[in-house]
């Protein structure tokens, strides 16, 4: 099973990127996020045609959302709310194959590292600590569990172009590192990437608008992630950052990733 995650940023924009997309990750499983788009709206029939009929979309307009499509059928979908908002930025599969899948889009957090001065990275930590807790209390359950998404946080120094620059930039900031950190404990998460790439390794998945040459300046950070339960670490095959599509016009600000296991 191939599953890619994507910050698509408005999933309108990327639709005639879709044959390029499949050819380039052979994914089964897509979880988008950013998708920008109110589930009414959202390119439902387009998937289906390409072979994605099995869809679990959480949207809302010009804001946030997330979207699981599907070659594989779910035995059930679900979305919830954080932090007591309906902000669209989870859903949940199980896939029949028992294979459970959830799908995140974390509050960016704004420019100012400060919760007192900044109600967005406040949201942001808030967020942080309550998808740790809720998590924790799974432990127990030991389910083949899926976690993927815009987390936007890049935790190790190699996940951003310069630790020392980016240590009071919201992204990379000591608390947002620890409280990942703290997330991916509670489960006892896999870095499925980091587990085919080194960490001494430089890894990015994102890189800014406001650079008049990414790949030269290759500013970039990993913001971008897939966790696996331990009972799924023995069954990761491969790991894919898809690099070419921060090229595709027009462009995301992020590319794909994408991770393959033995179903």
Same mark, same amino acid.
């Given at each position: 099973?191939? =599953?890619?995650?994507?910050?698509?940023?408005?999933?309108?924009?990327?639709?005639?990127? =879709?044959?390029?997309?499949?050819?380039?990750?052979?994914? !089964?499983? +897509? &979880?988008?996020?950013?998708?920008?788009?109110?589930?009414?709206?959202?390119?439902?029939?387009? #998937?289906?045609?390409?072979?994605?009929?099995?869809?679990? %979309? $959480?949207?809302?307009?010009?804001?946030?959302?997330?979207? %699981?499509?599907?070659?594989?059928?779910?035995?059930?979908? !679900?979305?919830?709310?954080? &932090?007591?908002?309906?902000?669209?930025?989870?859903?949940?599969?199980?896939?029949?194959?028992? %294979?459970?899948?959830?799908? #995140?889009?974390?509050?960016?957090?704004?420019?100012?590292?400060?919760?007192?001065?900044?109600?967005? #990275?406040?949201?942001?930590?808030?967020?942080?600590?309550?998808?740790?807790?809720?998590?924790? $209390?799974?432990?127990?359950?030991?389910?083949?569990?899926?976690?993927?998404?815009?987390?936007?946080?890049?935790?190790?120094?190699?996940?951003?172009?310069?630790?020392?620059?980016?240590?009071?930039?919201?992204?990379?900031?000591? %608390?947002?590192?620890?409280? =990942?950190?703290?997330?991916?404990?509670?489960?006892? #998460?896999?870095?499925?990437?980091?587990?085919?790439?080194?960490?001494?390794?430089?890894?990015?998945?994102?890189? *800014?608008?406001?650079?008049?040459?990414?790949?030269? *300046?290759?500013?970039?950070?990993?913001?971008?992630?897939?966790?696996?339960?331990?009972?799924?670490?023995?069954?990761?095959?491969?790991?894919?950052? +898809?690099?070419?599509?921060? !090229?595709?016009?027009?462009?995301?600000?992020?590319?794909?990733?994408?991770?393959?296991?033995?179903?």
């Amino acid at each position: 099973m191939r =599953l890619t995650t994507w910050n698509v940023n408005s999933v309108r924009l990327r639709v005639a990127h =879709l044959p390029a997309l499949i050819e380039a990750t052979g994914a !089964d499983v +897509f &979880c988008f996020q950013e998708t920008k788009v109110v589930d009414e709206a959202f390119p439902r029939e387009v #998937f289906a045609r390409l072979g994605y009929e099995h869809q679990a %979309i $959480a949207g809302q307009k010009n804001h946030h959302g997330v979207a %699981i499509l599907s070659r594989l059928p779910f035995a059930k979908h !679900d979305a919830r709310g954080w &932090c007591g908002k309906d902000d669209k930025r989870h859903a949940s599969v199980t896939l029949k194959n028992g %294979i459970e899948i959830h799908n #995140f889009y974390v509050p960016a957090g704004g420019d100012i590292p400060d919760p007192d001065a900044n109600e967005k #990275f406040a949201h942001k930590l808030a967020f942080l600590r309550e998808a740790a807790d809720w998590f924790g $209390a799974l432990k127990t359950r030991k389910a083949p569990l899926v976690l993927v998404g815009d987390l936007n946080v890049a935790p190790l120094e190699t996940d951003v172009w310069s630790h020392k620059q980016l240590l009071d930039v919201v992204s990379h900031t000591p %608390i947002e590192v620890e409280l =990942l950190g703290k997330w991916m404990a509670s489960y006892k #998460f896999v870095d499925a990437v980091r587990h085919f790439v080194p960490p001494e390794e430089r890894l990015y998945s994102w890189w *800014s608008y406001r650079a008049a040459d990414w790949a030269k *300046s290759d500013r970039g950070r990993r913001l971008d992630h897939v966790w696996v339960s331990p009972v799924l670490k023995d069954r990761l095959r491969a790991a894919q950052v +898809f690099k070419p599509a921060r !090229d595709w016009k027009p462009p995301s600000d992020h590319v794909p990733v994408t991770v393959e296991i033995e179903a």
